[in-house]
Structure formats: structure tokens, C-alpha cells
């Protein structure tokens, strides 16, 4: 049999699963003729094996939960190794509670970035859950608007307010309390227009040292669009299936309501 | 404190990212520093990652850049000394009798430039595609392969070099 010569190249791509069917084929038939490349191949493969022998067991190490923590930031890592070994010495000295707080120090030490995500995420899922309900899409309705208001204040630890989106053609259905993504409270508001298009807004407070920030425009995974932005205390998530322009108008409209 | 919420795609890729480093660098502490940077750099950004696109190639692609400008700097600051250093030095698997020896893979990738440590790694372990480690590491399909090509086969030297009875010492 005559086959197209095989190139180094095609070999790797045969190991890796990279060739087309076709030449699979070739390949193994002219593998079948040439000894040392059939050995570079085995080689390649038992390479691709050691490395997982070697390796895998990393997959299911704990993952340390400061990996898990976007928002603290620890000294550059050799600098954060010789606190943290000159802090263990410390605390190996002065017991328990010391020794908690040293190894927590060099962890905490700046904080960098607020993460728009947890929120978008959460705005996102809770958009999802809540605006498909038909017989309890909230926990108190908009006819109790002036008790929804404080209680909701109430948990929030600041006044909120509902806007009102009437002139868009959204009426304000009602709301309820959330979890935030920090243990904290959050709220949903929700709105409904005459062809039963929900949107819903998702409140929680803003870190202390957050900026106000712009609107920012993020389709989450489970396809829900989510306009989000932070002013003074609170974080806010528009959310809702409309296409970007049209929630970019809410957005609007509900930014100079409540910013007044 | 701002934890993650544990839905969140990122957090998926924690344990592959982890093992890469470790696999790319050797020790566990300074590998696990680089996917906290890696990390943080992330959660920044995370807002400017695109929906839809490939999350596994933007993450490594992170990983990437900080380990490029982690080797540039090593090259001008002194040597640091790990507290605990288990990768490269001591094996911590047992040896095996068939195929290769773990610990010779350990040595044999070292002396591989780092360019070809990362495709084999990105191939090989982590199962990506030409396209995707082409992508995590910006450069071209042809160079992937290129350097797939050269690294692997220094690999075979370097072990068949040592020999088989070197190759399932226990170092």
C-alpha cells in the first residue's frame, strides 16, 4: 500500500486526537510499517499517561479557601510567605487566638477590586426563579407598597426605594428579601408590562469603600440580561429577557429616579 | 466577606488550573500563588471576559502572562527558598513498573524550556486543543505544534538517555 507520507506533525496530532478519521486511518497502517515511529508514538502517549499518573491527584486537593475570596489580596508571594512563617513563629509562642489573628494578617491586607459579579449572577438566577412564577412571583404586593418599603429598609439597614416605571408602561407587581452573596440582605423588586414582560431590579448594599460606577451591560449564562451599576450605598442589577436597548431605557429611567 | 458563589463557572476550573501550575512550575507553593494571582486577576475582570467565549483558554491566558512576568523577574531577584517544596525534589508517587517513571518526568520536564513544558502540559495533561493552547498562549497553531514536536522529543532523549534501569530509579 502507498499511503501520503506521514509528518511529524500528523504524529502528535494521531496521539492527541487531532487528525481527522480519514487519516487515522493512513496513519495506522503506515505505523504498522515503521517500528520507530510506532515506538515515538507509544512514547508520546505513555508521556501523556505519566503526566496524569503524576498529576492528577492535584484535581482533588481542597481548594484553599482564599482562592475562593476575589476581594482580598495578599502581599506578593515571597513577602507573604516570610510574614506568614515570622507570624507563625510569633504565634506558636502566644497560643490560639494570636495565632489566629497572625495568620489571618498578611491575608487581609488591601482590598482591590469589587467583584460586579456575585451580583450579577445572583440578580440573574433570582430574575429567573422568581419572574417565572405565576402565583407567587413576590412576597408582598405593590398594594402594601408603604409596609414593603420599611420592611425592607428595615433589613437593608438603609431606606429603600421601589421607582416607579408607570410611564414606561411597567407596573411595580411588589417585592421580596434576598440573600446577599456577603450574608447579607438584598431585595428584588419587580415590574410587569401590559404583555406580561417581567423585569426585575436587585438591590443590595455597596461595600463602603465602592465607587459609583457606570452602567455596565452583561448577558448571564442562563441568558437573562442584567444591567448593572453601583450608586452611593447600593449596588443595583436591572434584569429581565429584553434585548439591551431596552433595558438600557429602564435603566435610565431608574437611575434618575432614584438618585435624586 | 465577599466568597464567591459556588455556581460560579471560575470556580470549576480552580482544580485544572492548580494542576497545571504544579505541573509547570514544580512547587506547590509558588504553583499556588501563581493561581492566586491568576484568581484575583480574574474576579477583576471577569467583567470583561465575553459570554460565550472559550472561560478555560481566558483563565489560562491569565496564568500565562503573570508566569511570563514571574520568570522575567526571578531573573533579576534572588532566589527564594520554599518552606515546602515536595514537588520536584522528592517524588510523591510510588513508582511505577509500567510505563514511566513519575519522578524522571518530573526531572526530565525541568530541563525543558519553558515554552515546551507549557504546550506539553497544555496537550498532554490538561487535554486542550492545538487551538485552544495556541489561543491561552497567543501565539499560532504552527508554533504549538512546532513546540510540541521539539519538547516531546527532548523528553525521549532526556529518559531514554538515562536508560530503562535510570528511568524507574527512585531518585
Given amino acids: 500500500m502507498i499511503h501520503r507520507p506521514v509528518s511529524d506533525g500528523e504524529l502528535h496530532a494521531f496521539v492527541d486526537g487531532e487528525l481527522e478519521a480519514v487519516r487515522r486511518a493512513d496513519v495506522e497502517a503506515w505505523l504498522a510499517d515503521n517500528p520507530e515511529a510506532a515506538a515515538r508514538v507509544t512514547f508520546y502517549r505513555q508521556l501523556n499517561e505519566a503526566l496524569h499518573r503524576r498529576y492528577d491527584h492535584v484535581l482533588s486537593e481542597p481548594v484553599p479557601p482564599a482562592m475562593l475570596h476575589p476581594s ?154 442584567v444591567f448593572y451599576w453601583i450608586d452611593r450605598h447600593f449596588g443595583y442589577a436591572l434584569s429581565a429577557n429584553l434585548p439591551r436597548e431596552e433595558l438600557l431605557r429602564l435603566a435610565r429611567a431608574i437611575y434618575d429616579q432614584l438618585s435624586l | 466577606m465577599t466568597r464567591v458563589p459556588p455556581e460560579h463557572p471560575i470556580i470549576a476550573q480552580i482544580p485544572h488550573l492548580r494542576r497545571y501550575a504544579r505541573a509547570l512550575i514544580g512547587d506547590r507553593v509558588l504553583a499556588d500563588d501563581l493561581v492566586q494571582d491568576c484568581l484575583e486577576r480574574a474576579w477583576s475582570r471577569f467583567h470583561l471576559w465575553r459570554e460565550g467565549s472559550n472561560l478555560r483558554t481566558w483563565l489560562f491566558t491569565i496564568m500565562h502572562n503573570l508566569h511570563a512576568n514571574a520568570v522575567r523577574n526571578a531573573t533579576r531577584r534572588p532566589a527564594t527558598v520554599p518552606v515546602d517544596a515536595p514537588g520536584v525534589i522528592a517524588p510523591t508517587r510510588p513508582a511505577q513498573e509500567d510505563g514511566l517513571e513519575v519522578a524522571s518526568i518530573d526531572a526530565a520536564l525541568t530541563q525543558l524550556p519553558p515554552d515546551q513544558r507549557q504546550v506539553i502540559l497544555l496537550v498532554g495533561l490538561e487535554g486542550m486543543s492545538y487551538q485552544e493552547a495556541a489561543a491561552s498562549l497567543g501565539v499560532p497553531i504552527g508554533t504549538v505544534m512546532s513546540r510540541l514536536h521539539r519538547g516531546r522529543e527532548r523528553l525521549r532523549q532526556l529518559l531514554a538517555a538515562a536508560g530503562s534501569p535510570t528511568l524507574r530509579r527512585v531518585k
Fill in chain 1, 72 to 225: 482580598r489580596r495578599r502581599l506578593p508571594a515571597t513577602m507573604g510567605r516570610a510574614a506568614l512563617a515570622a507570624s507563625l513563629l510569633v504565634a506558636s509562642f502566644v497560643g490560639g487566638w494570636f495565632a489566629n489573628q497572625a495568620l489571618r494578617a498578611p491575608q487581609i491586607v488591601e482590598r482591590v477590586v469589587q467583584v460586579p459579579v456575585p451580583m450579577t449572577a445572583q440578580a440573574a438566577m433570582a430574575h429567573a426563579i422568581y419572574a417565572a412564577e405565576v402565583r407567587h412571583p413576590v412576597e408582598v404586593g405593590a398594594d402594601e407598597e408603604a409596609h414593603l418599603m420599611r420592611w425592607l429598609s428595615n433589613r437593608m439597614g438603609r431606606e429603600v426605594k421601589a421607582p416607579h416605571l408607570q410611564t414606561l408602561g411597567y407596573r411595580l407587581m411588589g417585592g421580596r428579601l434576598l440573600p446577599a452573596a456577603d450574608g447579607g440582605a438584598a431585595c428584588q423588586f419587580m415590574y410587569e408590562n401590559a404583555s406580561g414582560t417581567r423585569v426585575t431590579l436587585f438591590i443590595r448594599n455597596a461595600d463602603a469603600d465602592q465607587k459609583e460606577t457606570a452602567f455596565h451591560f452583561k448577558v448571564e449564562s442562563n441568558g437573562v440580561s
